[in-house]
């Protein structure tokens, strides 16, 4: 089994905000896995779907960011996905705009989002996708910021990063991790 999680925020107006991108990662490789993400559950909406005979799970939690980790550890707990067959896609302000970086372990950043995983999970040991979306410009606060839009250049390099994310997924599904780790962490 697999599980791939895309941390955003519910709602319109959420919607392509920096913040969302996880979701946007998610509802591509759905598209591209024809997995409809059509199942409300867990405080999420999620899919499941068979990958080269591996059953595929995708979800979307909509408890809002900093409360990601109950929808993540309760679909898990449902359906017996252990620590190593996770991977969890969502922003990071310390990489520039379109960059990502692979990490089977870590601390939460500041991410609220992966500090509530970490929290419901008890470890930092789960696979992660951290998409870079950059700093704010000087005097902006980061709420403000990464609820805030990507701009028309941006949109074009993000465009790109949600494939490469998806394409990592999609070679995880038959690859252990670490070898993704190595192709995509250029």
Not at 48 to 66: A, I, S, W
Not at 91 to 100: R, Y
Not at 121 to 147: C, H, W
Request: net charge negative.
């Amino acid at each position: 089994m697999k599980l791939v999680v895309g941390l955003g925020n519910p709602g319109k107006q959420y919607e392509k905000t920096r913040h969302n991108i996880g979701f946007e990662v998610v509802d591509r490789l759905a598209e591209r896995l024809n997995i409809p993400l059509n199942q409300a559950k867990f405080q999420g909406v999620y899919g499941v779907g068979q990958v080269n005979r591996e059953k595929v799970f995708l979800l979307k939690p909509l408890t809002y960011m900093n409360l990601s980790g109950e929808s993540i550890a309760a679909i898990m707990d449902y359906f017996q996905i252990e620590d190593e067959e996770l991977v969890v896609i969502y922003d990071d302000l310390d990489l520039p705009v379109g960059k990502i970086r692979l990490r089977q372990k870590g601390s939460a950043g500041g991410h609220n989002g992966i500090k509530s995983t970490i929290a419901h999970l008890a470890t930092q040991e789960f696979n992660r996708i951290r998409v870079g979306i950059d700093r704010p410009p000087s005097g902006m606060k980061v709420p403000d910021y990464v609820l805030g839009r990507f701009t028309k250049e941006e949109q074009e390099a993000m465009g790109e990063v949600i494939e490469k994310c998806a394409n990592a997924c999609e070679d995880w599904i038959s690859k252990p991790f670490l070898q993704i780790m190595n192709e995509y962490n250029q």
